[in-house]
């Protein structure tokens, strides 16, 4: 038994030193009784504590949606496609007015008369 016991020191040791030393503590410094133990096991409780205050910190103040960010570019959007609507709309045959096609027309007159004044004849 008391060989048993002696070995499970060692490797708790061994162990205790290879951590140690893998994140650059002195293996001098472990304290492998089990009072050190204790300690450790609570700060290693206390770190896990912190890492959950962290977590419900982050989810409590993480980024806002998209629609949040930008409601501002929305509601601009949204005002500027109903003005261009309802522009349209009174000056449509729906309502009785000849605007818009009258608009056409002109535009396609104009167009031609460009083609064949500047472009096919420019001199």
Known sequence: MLEVSESIKEHE????ILFTSK???K????DTSAHGIDTFAKGVDTAALGIDTSVSMVAKHQKPRKVTLYWMRYTCG?????????????HSK????SDIDNW???AKNTTVSFWNDHVEQPI
């Open 23 to 25: 994140f650059g503590l």
């Open 104 to 106: 056409i027309r002109e």
């Open 94 to 97: 729906l309502m009785g007015s």
């Open 13 to 16: 040791l061994a162990s205790g």
């Open 27 to 30: 293996p001098e410094g472990v």
């Open 78 to 90: 949204i005002v500027g496609i109903s003005v261009c609507s309802i522009w349209l709309l009174r």
